[in-house]
């Protein structure tokens, strides 16, 4: 047997874990050839970049962020953008010429590795009959399918480790400060980590915040004599409709969420304020052992998938244990925060501002 890998849109941490440990798997247990596609589907597109992968090439690679084999969150083959030789830009479906080389190359089954729009493409081509597996990655933990993805807890300790360091220039300057992290449309990033390091304030957007709360949270503790505070929030929260005038704030074009939020602060109270937008720090660094171990392990079930001919499927962690589900079911659903849940109750019985006032 021979397989292909790939990894397609954003990098994460735990990538290169689940590469390795899919190479180790096809070639020790199975004595299977595996080559790996260079940018996604790109390297699907263009064949001439095939890697050939064995145990010497994925050396090393476990601690390493990023992957060896390149990404991107542009091309997908069902609507390939090029410039034209009259330099306009064409849309075009190229999926045809992705099963060609598929095929010319012998493989037997494609091991795609992405997060949703990865995984809307990859379910494209098993209709189309190609023989897939998908791994689902994200930072930002917004799949339904999957209790948790790799990549997920490093960003959320790189941002805790960001939330500590700021509490001493907080404490020392008596200043609000204001941490923007990352996740799309979700704050799970922003709520883990904003509890795991102890904030003060959580934003998050599944719970638009109510900005008169949010002031008078900040003032209550500066007048308490907790002289400083800490905010985290998620770059998609935005303040709800109805504050206390009865009109939502605008947020100009070019203001980041933390952007906006720091100028309300120095608006409506008179602290010293300071916005630190986290960005790709979040998807960087050597994986933490949490995502070695689900990336490994996802990894390795993924050649057991193909093993088994389970096609069409994608891995997923429920509870304790790596389990599979139909690409078509999982690529549906979002996994979002719920404002009544667990998470946030805890955030809130530990007196942190999550958006509303607290009760
Ligand atoms: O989905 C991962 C993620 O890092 C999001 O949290 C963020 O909104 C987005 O990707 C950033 O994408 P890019 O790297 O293309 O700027």
Redesign the pocket.
């Known amino acids: 047997m021979r397989i292909g890998v790939s990894t397609g849109g954003?990098d994460a941490p735990g990538l290169n874990a689940v590469i390795r440990a899919v190479v180790k798997t096809a070639r020790r247990r199975y004595k299977w050839d595996v080559v790996g596609f260079e940018d996604g589907f790109e390297g699907l597109i263009n064949i001439k970049d095939v890697m050939r992968l064995d145990e010497q090439k994925v050396q090393g690679i476990l601690p390493q962020g990023g992957t060896i084999l390149g990404t991107t969150?542009r091309g997908d083959p069902f609507n390939y953008q090029y410039k034209d030789m009259d330099g306009s830009t064409k849309i075009i479906d190229v999926s045809d010429r992705c099963l060609q080389n598929f095929e010319s190359l012998q493989l037997d089954a494609l091991i795609s590795i992405g997060?949703d729009g990865t995984m809307a493409i990859t379910q494209k081509f098993f209709e189309k009959g190609m023989p897939v597996v998908g791994v689902p990655k994200?930072?930002?933990n917004d799949l339904m399918a999957t209790d948790v993805t790799f990549g997920f807890n490093t960003a959320v300790t790189t941002a805790m480790e960001a939330i500590d360091k700021l509490h001493t220039t907080a404490a020392s300057h008596h200043r609000t400060m204001v941490l923007e992290v990352?996740?799309?449309d979700a704050g799970w990033i922003a709520l883990e980590a904003g509890i795991a390091g102890g904030a003060d304030l959580i934003l998050i957007p599944e719970i638009p915040y109510d900005l008169d709360a949010a002031m008078k949270h900040i003032r209550r503790r500066y007048a308490r004599g907790s002289n400083f505070s800490i905010a985290v929030i998620a770059?998609a929260a935005e303040p709800r409709e109805e504050n206390g005038d009865g009109e939502k704030p605008r947020r100009r074009a070019s203001d980041t969420a933390g952007m906006f939020f720091s100028e309300m602060v120095r608006k409506n109270l008179d602290v010293d304020v300071r916005t630190i937008i986290l960005g790709?720090l979040q998807?960087g660094g050597s994986p933490t052992a949490m995502d070695r171990m689900l990336g490994t392990r996802f990894g390795v079930h993924a050649v057991e998938m193909v093993a088994e001919g389970k096609f069409g499927r994608m891995v997923t962690l429920e509870g304790r244990f790596v389990k599979d589900v139909s690409i078509a079911e999982a690529a549906k659903q979002q996994k979002l925060v719920d404002p009544d849940g667990e998470l946030v109750r805890t955030a809130e019985s530990l007196g942190i501002f999550c958006g509303r006032s607290l009760k």
């Open positions: 954003g969150n997060g994200t930072i930002d990352m996740g799309r770059e790709h998807r």
